[in-house]
């Protein structure tokens, strides 16, 4: 990679006309091959500008305004950033140490209301780690404290989409999703059978077309009850994490009795009735590599899942191996998928443009196009390949510094 | 059956010695010269038997010896379970099966040197978590053979991605969590048939974190790293005086004198056994400091360790563990989890290949276990990353002849050498590329895989009838 001569004379006035950052937002990817999901698609020798933070032209054939910084890609794949999904980034440092975890609660008064973005920690290790791995964006989830074994959880709360750029203000969207747990674990919750679990929903789900009293509340706070609204009228997604074919009818039924804007979200069974969840354009999140009959809840868990899903029409999104340390392994996952069936293009697209979609953001990340945010990477081989790696990685067109702890403690004990 | 069982048997020192003196010609250290112990009465014999099958040849493929090369266009041949040849102009035989490798790639079967499976099967229910007899911090009594449920529908996941013998320890909740066994990852209805013959027992320590959490958190030791440590030694004291005490038996019996034998302690007789050399230590150890305490306890008692498993921190003592002769078996994705693993990272393996110590790539669970050749791609590009540049005939051996001399087997399996076990993958491509499948797996010769012939994969008893996954 080179940076033209201009950009250190920039550098210099910069304090004179505008800000350091806005210049350092405006520069070239030249001999770029381009790798995109949406209208681009694969352009083998192109260029990108970026203006003040955002992709303002691509393509094959785009002029390179007067006096633009360079960065010449030398041919390398470039990618949009990746969108990851099902993680607690931001929310976890070392998961022993409780103190560190942020994503859950045991409050006997919270559960819908309880909001990840309050905990949002921009100084974690794990970021430079993720973005090491290519990764811009992530949607941040809550997730279950099951130490008070009184406490009937129904919903592990809001989430929110952050971004992996640098700086101290991380929150990219709050309010991104409700999350409930269904399914074995799910029914422990709530008297322990499904039968209790359903019928609980239900009666809530009918609970909050009226008003919050003590009488009308089936065990939420007025402040859940509240936090519940937007799900009732559709204007936020309720994520359920659902694993068992039978149990993915019964949320699919519940979500059209209750005109719910759902999404899928583990779905190991999910091929069983892929038919059913693309009929209803239900998106699922996933990892394809959960493939272990781990409960009984997921028998049929299967490495095709992804592939199969894809092929009805459902619109997937592909994780990494836990919600945190391991959510840097999403692109071979994806990759993964493909090795089963899954089209090499829709492997990309589930780790980036996907979860865009699926979230609502499609409009600002996810793609490269002109108007988005310039969340970038340029690769040294195919990006769902572990022999690969980003070169430079780029979140609103500023460049991130390519180190973490690991690779810093890498250089202290590799030297010979 | 019986004469290659005790010929076998003869041989973990010579196993041990080929781990330790592999790297750099690491000279010994001299503490555990170990003899080769006499052939034991066979308690719990392996019953294991390779499937009489074809002559078989894979022909015009890139094939990974695990030996340091790669020959282009090669032809691999197996007979009678054995490989027979390997290279470029190999005549197969009248009467072989021949395969296609066109465009294809051929590596040893994958081992799998730290694995639960069967100890800890699917679906992880109480009923089966059998893997940590966790109730007292000193259980080299236990045998992990005892807990291997031979139908855990993971074995035929991890047969997939290429594995073809495995380690299956203990947990790590325990300071001695008992012996590990080695198997040949084959359908079976009893571990018996499943266990390699002749394969060295091994036991399974831990440091850090597990034990002194688990014991302390209930107010018995150990309670502290140095809690962890007094129990080591304590035992290793009372391991020592258990063995003279044979010793002086044997003495008096090969004297002719009357003696009447002490009574056998299964637990010090596994400790015992490694203290002669006959057992092999595979140490769950972390910390870069920890594991150069534990190596001066293997000093001080005078036992080596075989492995250092998880050894996330290796990389920081790289030097110190190959004039050790220890091998690491690691990953390079998992890190984080406890504060003993914060300083895992991705280099760790290629930082101690290039200093000379023996490595292998683990899984410690049911999903890597499938794809330890991804595993070892991660490893290899944050090392080439890092401006160590190491070549794939040398990386296969990560999971192929490392993880075998950390078990004992790697006179007998792990590469793709003339009278060796025939265990060898046939990848769709390159195995260090996510997207490779191994497309057939052979297991002493016999073909135990066949993507082409989907019917044929065996499902687990526990599977059938259930609506379970296309793989």
Redesign the interface.
């Known amino acids: 990679m080179k940076f033209g001569p201009l950009s250190l004379v920039l550098a210099g006035l910069a304090g004179l006309a505008c800000s350091t950052a806005t210049q350092a937002q405006t520069f070239a990817i030249t001999n770029a091959h381009i790798l995109s999901p949406g209208p681009i698609g694969e352009v083998e020798r192109g260029t990108i500008v970026v203006r003040d933070g955002k992709i303002s032209a691509a393509g094959a054939n785009v002029a390179l305004p007067d006096g633009i910084t360079i960065v010449d890609a030398r041919g390398g794949y470039v990618t949009p950033g990746l969108i990851a999904v099902n993680t607690a980034l931001g929310l976890v440092?070392?998961?022993?140490?409780s103190g560190t975890m942020d994503a859950r609660t045991s409050s006997t008064r919270i559960s819908a209301a309880f909001d990840v973005q309050y905990g949002l920690n921009p100084a974690s290790?794990?970021l430079p780690v993720a973005r090491l791995g290519g990764i811009t964006r992530a949607v941040v989830m809550p997730d279950y404290d099951d130490s008070n074994k009184e406490r009937e959880a129904l919903f592990a709360g809001k989430a929110a989409l952050i971004s992996l750029g640098e700086g101290p203000d991380i929150l990219f969207r709050a309010g991104a999703g409700m999350v409930l747990e269904l399914g074995e674990d799910g029914a422990a919750r709530l008297g322990g059978s499904r039968g209790s679990e359903f019928v609980q929903l239900r009666e809530l789900f009918a609970s909050l077309r009226k008003t919050w009293t003590t009488d009308n509340n089936w065990g939420l706070s007025e402040a859940d009850h509240r936090a519940l609204a937007p799900v009732v009228s559709g204007a936020m997604p309720l994520v359920v994490v659902v694993r068992r074919?039978a149990d993915i009818r019964q949320v699919l039924s519940l979500a059209r009795d209750f005109r719910l804007k759902l999404i899928l979200s583990g779905a190991e069974?999910g091929?069983?009735v892929a038919d059913a969840i693309a009929a209803m354009k239900v998106p699922v999140l996933l990892n394809p590599?959960?493939?272990?009959?781990?409960?009984?809840d997921q028998?049929?868990?299967?490495?095709?899942?992804a592939a199969?899903l894809k092929a009805a029409g459902v619109d997937i999104a592909i994780s990494g191996?836990d919600a945190?340390?391991?959510v840097?392994?999403m692109r071979?996952n994806a990759?993964?998928a493909?090795?089963r069936g899954l089209p090499q293009a829709a492997g990309l697209e589930a780790i980036t443009l996907a979860p865009a979609r699926i979230f609502g953001v499609a409009n600002l990340v996810g793609s490269i196009e002109p108007g988005k945010l310039a969340d970038l990477v340029i690769w040294d081989g195919d990006p769902?390949?572990?022999?690969?790696?980003p070169v430079a990685v780029y979140v609103d067109g500023k460049a991130q510094p390519m180190q973490s702890r690991?690779?810093l403690?890498?250089?202290r004990?590799?030297k010979? | 059956m019986k004469s290659i069982v005790r010929r076998v048997l003869g041989q973990p020192a010579l196993a041990l010695a080929i781990c330790i003196s592999a790297p750099l010609g690491a000279a010994p250290s001299g503490e555990t010269a170990a003899s080769p112990a006499p052939p034991a009465p066979a308690a719990y014999p392996s019953t294991y038997r390779p499937r009489a099958e074809a002559d078989t040849a894979i022909v015009n493929a890139s094939i990974l010896t695990a030996t340091g090369v790669r020959i282009d266009n090669g032809t691999i041949l197996m007979s009678g379970g054995r490989i027979v040849a390997v290279g470029k102009d190999v005549p197969v035989p009248a009467g072989a099966r021949s395969i296609d490798g066109t465009g294809k790639w051929v590596t040893p079967g994958i081992i799998d040197s730290h694995s639960h499976l069967g100890v800890f099967p699917?679906?992880?229910?109480a009923g089966h978590a059998d893997g940590n007899e966790n109730i007292d911090p000193y259980t080299a009594n236990v045998w992990a053979e005892h807990s291997v449920w031979p139908q855990d529908?993971?074995f035929t996941?991890a047969r997939a991605g290429g594995v073809t013998s495995l380690l299956v320890l203990p947990g790590s909740a325990n300071l001695f969590g008992g012996r590990g066994v080695t198997l040949k990852n084959v359908p079976a209805v009893t571990v018996a048939q499943m266990k390699f013959p002749g394969a060295p027992y091994t036991l399974k320590m831990a440091c850090g974190?597990n034990p002194k959490g688990r014991y302390g958190s209930r107010g018995r030791a150990p309670a502290t790293r140095m809690g962890n440590v007094a129990g080591f030694r304590r035992s290793w004291i009372d391991a020592a005086e258990y063995a003279r005490k044979w010793d002086t038996y044997d003495r008096k019996r090969a004297k002719g004198d009357a003696a009447e034998a002490p009574k056998r302690e299964l637990a010090l007789e596994t400790l015992a056994g490694v203290l002669k050399g006959e057992i092999l230590t595979q140490n769950h150890c972390y910390r870069a400091d920890e594991m150069a305490v534990m190596i001066d306890v293997g000093h001080e008692f005078g036992y080596r360790t075989a492995a250092f498993h998880h050894a996330v921190e290796a990389?920081?003592i790289?030097d110190l563990l190959a004039a050790e002769g220890t091998c690491v078996a690691t990953w390079a994705?998992?890190?984080?989890?406890?504060?003993e693993a914060?300083?895992?990272?991705?280099?760790n393996a290629a930082?101690l290949a290039?200093?000379g110590v023996c490595v292998a790539i683990h899984s410690d669970e049911?999903?890597l276990i499938?794809?330890l050749n991804?595993e070892t791609?991660?490893a290899?590009?944050?090392g080439r990353?890092?401006?160590?540049a190491i070549p794939q005939e040398e990386a296969i051996k990560w999971i192929t002849l490392n993880p075998a001399r950390i078990m004992g087997v790697a006179d007998r399996t792990g590469s793709l050498e003339p009278g060796k076990m025939a265990d060898v993958v046939l990848w769709s491509r390159n195995p260090?590329?996510?997207?490779?499948?191994a497309e057939k797996v052979f297991i002493d010769g016999a073909l135990m895989h066949d993507t082409s012939d989907p019917g044929s994969i065996y499902r687990s008893d526990?599977?059938l009838g259930?609506?379970?996954?296309?793989?």
Request: no cysteine; charged share 20%.
């Open positions: 440092e070392v998961n022993s140490v290790t794990l074919a069974e091929w069983q590599t959960s493939n272990i009959p781990s409960s009984f028998i049929g868990a299967s490495l095709r899942n199969i191996n945190g340390h391991r840097r392994d071979y990759g993964l493909v090795s769902l390949e572990p022999l690969s790696g690991a690779t403690l890498g250089q004990y590799g010979q | 699917a679906p992880g229910v529908p993971v996941k974190e990389y920081k790289a994705t998992r890190w984080g989890f406890k504060m914060f300083d895992a990272i991705e280099e930082i290039a200093r049911q999903g499938q794809r991804v791609a991660v290899l590009a944050a990353r890092a401006g160590i260090f590329s996510v997207y490779a499948v526990f599977e259930q609506p379970v996954g296309a793989q």
